[in-house]
């Protein structure tokens, strides 16, 4: 199952560089735009290519560290190659890089503890793979103060709608410790169904339908809050980038309806089950999707 | 005998009571609506295309443009994305004076939908009245942040002006003049028996709809159901201050009225508490790195504007451009509705009912 | 009928408050003083170091520098500066990150032009505009500039 999923993410992956490249050489002129700037395009594009594990966290971890040893080599080519150039911006922001540096590397270290503990705890989700990622672990993090949210959330999903609905759980910390779980397409429809239902948390409200085209694949973020419970949860479908298409909820909360149709007009995801699919924002007739990464606009003064 | 045939009206783009550049199409039989499609896009800019280039600083002057009618609530937004991200503190003094402000934008705001509302229903006075006194706090915020409509004020991790003391007593001299004129307001309409007339029994809808579709600010209250994001969910310094929230019961249009008038006044009771607790001296920006890289992530904040529930999503992957911006707008959200509630009804009370949602085309299109 | 004498009884007694009409443009608005208006820019100060170019949300200013001729000095200076009046937004930026305050606003804001080519300001319209020039700049960027212009 791991080896399934690593050779596409390596072809995803040198697509995406192929893409990133396009994308830097195709970006618009601008007035003066400075070395600096896109050499850090150019890095960025280059370290994304790492070859990646199946999971996500550790994934993450060892991006992050490489973009934290891709910026503390750009300070010192930065600094090695400052010139005549005032230095007055500059200088300042070279001594915050080491220190921002440790702090990542700190921060990719707790993550990596706090994985392994989950993969020790939970053990039944397909990335079971991820202690062994090779991180040394750190001193065990404090659990999260919404993680029993979450564990209740996977287990009703789990018996409701099956053991291979969930595809990853996390709780994101930079949002105030929402619960962050990663639904199959397949079985999107189910799983809303039983989220808007009593026992399944009643999230009757959702309050935001987002589309993001990461380059490998696409993306549909849903966040959802309980007017009862107030609680908040964010469900994310992944699709493919070729035909991508996601279950419509609209008939479970009818909020969904244009939202939906403003995610097909800009990203182009078909959402199988709407009722009225069409463009909203562009006009009827109009060829592509604007708000993808690989979209040419045709009017290029933009 | 008489035939009628179907009928297919163009309202808009350009009218004056679609509150912006906005197109309904309206397939009549008579007078009676039977179908009602909305068309929009006239006024999309791209905004959160452009986002994608543009540091967090360079987007702030964007996200003014989008609800142009209360750019204070969208400016904070914005940089309260990017500070939960990044988890900044911002120093007392800013806070308050982002709270002031947003407030101060509410009452704006809500002046301005009053008087454009009447208008819209036909009473040419009330227009006039609310503009005079909105003209009072745009000048406050001349003075403030040099712009009267397109403010750019706040930064992350603070606000860009500080405000003097003479400022801050022109706020205190405004609000018991606010007070009255909001008495005046309703002398003039609100027992009005034409104005209630028209008003009363329409565009109904239930809270379970209300909340099917996603409705927030105005539109959801109006129905009972109790969500105020500044008291469900509060940020800033909203849990420091004593306020009501006012509800409805039929969810009707006359409900909504008297529900965004009410909000005037809490906020008028808020700004009077903030200035009391306001702090003599501090800083107005707080301890930001001179590059704003939030970390690799993802973050959704909301806040309540004027017209509901506006939320920022930002996809960071740690650069000093966002990678993915996107803004859940409430005008955009709320306007779902009005197909549902025109079938059936008269020609009139489509400009009663679109009104009444409140809607701001800026932020419908994006 | 009650309501309509209520609301005829406010329209009476507003004839009898003062005016808030001003008669714009016989009497020229006075807009305070933080207001921000059409730049103005001292090339004597600038030292081509591109920040405001950089900020520019709509990328509306370009513009070159040469070596300072004077051999002594090192250094840039400013040789064309331009700002597209057609797309600045007025926001300000700029003058927010210049670290020698050599671009201000002013408190102009009478921008209409007959024709598009006068919306394209060069450094000699821009040095000459030095009336009502702002005062409370706020300039972030200076190294000693104050963070907060409390009046």
């Given at each position: 199952m791991s080896?399934?999923?690593?050779r596409p993410?390596?072809?995803a992956?040198t697509e995406?560089k ?10 618009p002129p601008?007035?003066p735009?400075d070395p600096?700037v896109?050499e850090k395009?150019?890095s960025s594009a280059?370290?994304e290519?790492k070859p990646?594990a ?5 994934e993450?971890?060892a991006?992050?560290?490489?973009a ?11 600094a090695?190659?400052e010139g005549?150039?005032p230095?007055a911006?500059?200088?300042t922001?070279?001594?915050v890089d080491?220190?921002?540096e440790a702090k ?6 707790a993550?990596?503890?706090r994985?392994?503990?989950k993969a020790?705890a939970e053990?039944?989700?397909p ?5 062994s990622a090779?991180e ?7 659990p999260s ?5 979450l564990?209740e959330l996977?287990v ?5 709608v099956?053991?291979?609905a969930?595809e ?5 910390e ?5 619960p ?5 397409p397949e079985q999107?429809?189910a799983?809303a ?12 409200y959702?309050?935001?339908v987002s589309?993001?085209?990461?380059e490998t694949?696409l993306?549909v973020v849903?966040h959802l809050v309980s007017l009862?419970?107030k ?5 994310k479908?992944?699709?493919n980038r070729?035909?991508?298409?996601v279950p419509?909820?609209?008939p479970?909360w009818a ?7 403003e995610?097909?007009?800009l990203?182009?995801v078909?959402?199988?089950g709407h009722?009225?699919?069409r463009?909203i ?12 990464k ?9 | 005998m008489?035939?009628t045939?179907e009928?297919l ?6 009218h004056?009571s ?5 197109r309904?199409i309206?397939?009549?039989?008579g007078?009676?609506?039977i ?6 896009g006239y006024?999309h800019r791209?905004?959160e295309k ?6 967090y600083?360079q ?6 443009r ?5 750019a ?11 500070e939960t991200?990044?988890e900044?503190?911002v120093?007392?003094?800013a806070?308050?004076l982002r709270?002031?402000?947003?407030e101060l934008q ?6 301005v939908?009053?008087?454009?509302y ?12 609310a ?17 009267r409509l ?11 002006w ?15 003049y606010?007070e009255?004129?909001?008495?005046e307001y309703d002398?003039?309409v609100?027992g009005?028996?034409i104005?209630l007339?028209r008003?009363?029994?329409v565009?109904?809808?239930?809270a379970k ?6 409705l927030s600010?105005a539109n959801l209250?109006c129905t009972g ?8 969910k509060?940020y800033?310094?909203?849990?420091r201050?004593?306020f009501?929230i006012?509800?409805g019961t039929n969810?009707d ?13 809490q ?19 707080g301890?930001?790195p001179?590059?704003?890289r939030p970390?690799a992530g993802?973050?959704y904040?909301?806040i ?8 920022c999503h930002?996809v960071?992957?740690g650069?000093?451009?966002?990678y993915?911006?996107k ?6 959200v709320?306007?779902?509705i009005l197909?549902k ?9 489509l ?5 009444g949602?409140?809607i701001v ?6 | 009928m009650?309501?309509l004498?209520?609301g ?5 007694k507003a ?5 808030v009409?001003?008669s714009y443009?016989?009497?020229?608005i ?5 207001f921000?208006g059409?730049?103005h820019?001292?090339p004597?100060?600038?030292i ?17 520098g040469?070596?300072?001729p ?5 250094g840039?200076?400013?040789?064309t500066?331009?700002?597209?009046f057609?797309?600045?937004?007025l926001?300000?930026l700029?003058t927010?990150v ?6 201000v606003?002013?408190?102009h804001?009478e921008l209409?032009?007959y024709s598009?080519?006068?919306?394209f ?9 030095n009336?009502?020039?702002r ?7 200076a190294p000693?500039?104050g963070?907060?212009?409390a009046?």
């Open positions: 080896e399934e999923k690593e993410s390596e072809q992956g995406a192929q893409e990133t490249e396009a994308h830097t050489a195709d970006s601008e007035a735009k600096e896109v395009n150019e280059a370290h290519t990646s199946a999971p996500v966290d550790p993450r971890e991006k992050l560290k490489a934290a040893e891709a910026r503390a080599a750009r300070a010192a080519a930065k090695a190659a005549g150039q230095s911006p500059d200088a922001a070279a001594p080491p220190e921002r990542l590397k700190a921060a990719a270290e993550r990596a503890a994985a392994a503990a020790a053990g039944g989700t990335g079971g793979t991820s202690a090779g040394t672990p750190a001193e065990p993090k404090a103060p919404k993680q029993p949210e564990d996977l009703h999903l789990r018996t409701q099956g053991d291979s969930v990853e759980a996390s709780i994101n930079l949002n105030g410790h929402m962050m779980l990663t639904v199959r999107w429809l799983a169904q039983t989220l808007r239902s009593t026992d399944g948390g009643t999230f009757d959702l309050r935001n589309g993001v085209d990461y694949h993306e849903y009862v419970t609680r908040e949860a964010t469900i479908v992944k699709t070729e035909q991508p298409s419509s909820v609209t479970i909020t969904a309806n244009w939202n939906e149709r995610i097909y007009d990203l182009g078909a959402f199988p009722p009225d699919l463009r924002m562009m006009p009827d007739d109009w060829v592509g999707h604007p708000l993808r690989d979209y040419v606009s045709l009017d290029s003064e933009v | 008489i035939r045939e009928l009206l163009n309202v808009g783009p350009q004056p679609t509150h912006g550049v906005f309904i309206v397939k009549l039989d007078e009676v609506i179908e009602a499609t909305p068309v929009m006024l791209g905004t452009l986002a994608e280039d543009l540091s600083t987007i702030i002057p964007y996200t003014d989008m609800d142009y009618v209360s204070m609530t969208n400016n904070y937004v914005l940089v309260h994305a990017v991200m990044m900044l503190a120093p007392e003094r806070e308050y709270l002031v402000v947003m509410r009452i704006a705001s809500h002046l939908w009053w008087g454009t009447l208008l819209d229903i036909g009473a040419m006075s009330p227009f006039l009245y503009f005079r006194d909105r003209e009072t706090i745009v000048n406050l915020f001349n003075e403030l942040c040099g712009a397109t403010y750019n004020y706040m930064r992350v991790g603070g606000v860009k500080d405000a003097s003391d003479a400022w801050l007593d022109k706020v205190r001299d405004f609000i018991p606010m009255k004129k909001l008495i002398k003039l609100s009005n028996e104005f007339a008003i009363r029994g565009g109904a809808y239930d709809t209300a909340i099917d579709y996603g600010g209250r159901v109790d969500w105020d994001i500044r008291r469900a509060p800033s310094l909203y849990d201050f004593d009501d006012p509800l969810g249009c006359y409900d909504r009225y008297l529900i965004r008038l009410e909000e005037i006044r906020s008028l009771r808020i700004l009077t508490q903030a200035l009391q607790q306001f702090p003599s001296g501090g800083e107005t920006m301890k930001v001179r590059v704003i970390p993802e973050v904040v909301s309540e504007s004027p017209r509901g529930e506006i939320g930002i960071s992957k650069k000093q451009e966002p993915r911006l803004f859940r707008r409430p005008s955009f709320n306007l779902q197909p509630l025109l079938v059936g009804e008269t020609m009139t009370n400009i009663t009912i679109l009104g949602i409140d085309v800026g932020e419908v299109d994006c | 009650k309501g004498f209520k005829l009884g406010v329209t009476f004839m009898t408050e003062k005016k009409t001003t443009p016989d009497e020229p006075v807009m305070p003083d933080r921000r059409i730049q820019f001292i004597e100060l600038c081509v170091c591109n920040q405001c170019a950089r900020i520019c949300p709509t990328d509306c200013i370009t513009l070159t040469k070596l300072n004077d051999p002594e000095k090192k840039k200076v400013i040789d500066f331009d700002i597209n057609e797309i600045c937004i926001c300000d700029c927010e210049c670290p020698t305050e050599a671009i606003m002013t408190n804001f209409a032009a598009r080519d006068d919306l300001k060069d450094r000699e319209w821009l040095h000459n505009n009336t009502k020039v005062e409370d700049n706020n300039n972030i960027g000693q500039g963070k907060g212009g009046k």
